[in-house]
C-alpha cells in the first residue's frame, strides 16, 4: 500500500515539475532615454539556422501577438529560402526589404549559446534493504522477492546532460534603426521545438508587455 502511495507520489511530482516553465528570462535593457512608444507592428526575425525552430519561433510570436492587436510579418515568409545562400546581405538592402513591410519595429532572435551540464539523478528513495529473515512475508516466493527488489535494482540512479539555450531577444525601431529592448533568456532541456517557442514567446511577450512596449 505504502509503495503505491509512494508511485502516486512521484507521479504527481513529476506531473507538476513537468507544467512549470522551463524559459526565464535572465537579465533584461530598455532605452530609456527614449519615450516609451507601443509597437503596433513588428518584423520578426529569428536567426537561427535550424528551419524548424525559426518556423516555430517566427509562428508562434505572430499567432501570440495576433490576440494582443499586434500585426507581425515573419521574416521566413518575406526572404527566399535561398536569399542567404550567397553570404551575409548588404545591409542597405535588408534594411529596404525590411521596411516595405511598413512594421514599426523589428525583433531579432539569437541563439548565442548552448551549454551542457552532466548531473547525477539519484534512485529510490529507500536505498537497498536487505531482511533474509521471515519478517518479510514477499522473501517466501520468487514473484514477491521480484517485486520487491525491482524498483530498486533497476533505479540505482543515473547521469542526465542538461542543455541550456541562452537567447538574446532585441527589439529595434525600424525607423531610425536605434536598439529600444534587449533581453537575455535561458531555457532547459526544451523537449520539442514548438514546446520550447511557447514557453520562450510567453517569458518574452509578458517582458514586452511590462516595458509598455506591446498591448
Same mark, same amino acid.
Given at each position: 500500500?505504502?509503495?503505491?502511495? %509512494?508511485?502516486?507520489?512521484?507521479?504527481?511530482? %513529476?506531473?507538476?515539475?513537468?507544467?512549470?516553465?522551463?524559459?526565464?528570462?535572465?537579465?533584461?535593457?530598455?532605452?530609456? /532615454? $527614449?519615450?516609451?512608444?507601443?509597437?503596433?507592428?513588428?518584423?520578426?526575425?529569428? #536567426?537561427? /539556422?535550424?528551419?524548424?525552430?525559426?518556423? *516555430?519561433?517566427?509562428?508562434?510570436?505572430? =499567432?501570440?501577438?495576433?490576440? @494582443? *492587436?499586434? =500585426?507581425?510579418?515573419?521574416?521566413?515568409?518575406?526572404?527566399?529560402?535561398?536569399?542567404?545562400?550567397?553570404?551575409?546581405?548588404? $545591409?542597405?538592402?535588408?534594411?529596404?526589404?525590411? @521596411?516595405?513591410?511598413?512594421?514599426?519595429?523589428?525583433?531579432?532572435?539569437?541563439?548565442?549559446? &548552448?551549454?551542457?551540464?552532466?548531473?547525477?539523478?539519484?534512485?529510490?528513495?529507500?536505498? @537497498?534493504?536487505?531482511?533474509?529473515?521471515?519478517?518479510?512475508?514477499?522473501?517466501?516466493?520468487?514473484?514477491?522477492?521480484?517485486?520487491?527488489?525491482?524498483?530498486?535494482?533497476? *533505479?540505482?540512479?543515473?547521469?542526465?546532460?542538461? $542543455?541550456?539555450?541562452?537567447?538574446?531577444? *532585441?527589439?529595434? /525601431?525600424?525607423?531610425?534603426?536605434? %536598439?529600444?529592448?534587449?533581453?537575455?533568456?535561458?531555457?532547459? =532541456?526544451?523537449?520539442?521545438?514548438? @514546446?520550447?517557442?511557447?514557453?520562450?514567446?510567453?517569458? #518574452?511577450?509578458?517582458?514586452?508587455?511590462?516595458?509598455? %512596449? &506591446?498591448?
Amino acid at each position: 500500500m505504502q509503495k503505491s502511495h %509512494l508511485i502516486v507520489t512521484l507521479f504527481l511530482l %513529476l506531473t507538476l515539475g513537468s507544467c512549470r516553465t522551463a524559459t526565464e528570462v535572465t537579465a533584461s535593457w530598455r532605452d530609456t /532615454d $527614449r519615450p516609451t512608444q507601443q509597437y503596433n507592428s513588428i518584423f520578426l526575425a529569428a #536567426i537561427v /539556422d535550424d528551419l524548424s525552430l525559426r518556423q *516555430n519561433l517566427e509562428g508562434e510570436f505572430a =499567432n501570440r501577438l495576433a490576440g @494582443r *492587436n499586434v =500585426n507581425t510579418t515573419k521574416s521566413i515568409d518575406t526572404f527566399k529560402p535561398t536569399f542567404f545562400d550567397e553570404g551575409q546581405p548588404e $545591409r542597405e538592402q535588408l534594411v529596404e526589404i525590411i @521596411r516595405e513591410t511598413e512594421c514599426e519595429s523589428i525583433l531579432t532572435i539569437t541563439l548565442i549559446d &548552448v551549454d551542457e551540464e552532466e548531473r547525477f539523478v539519484p534512485g529510490g528513495a529507500g536505498g @537497498r534493504m536487505y531482511h533474509p529473515g521471515g519478517t518479510f512475508r514477499h522473501y517466501g516466493s520468487f514473484p514477491g522477492y521480484f517485486d520487491h527488489w525491482y524498483g530498486t535494482a533497476w *533505479n540505482q540512479g543515473y547521469y542526465q546532460t542538461d $542543455r541550456n539555450y541562452f537567447i538574446e531577444t *532585441n527589439l529595434y /525601431d525600424a525607423a531610425s534603426l536605434e %536598439l529600444v529592448w534587449s533581453a537575455q533568456s535561458k531555457t532547459l =532541456n526544451p523537449s520539442t521545438d514548438a @514546446r520550447f517557442a511557447r514557453e520562450y514567446v510567453d517569458a #518574452i511577450k509578458a517582458q514586452l508587455r511590462e516595458e509598455g %512596449l &506591446v498591448q
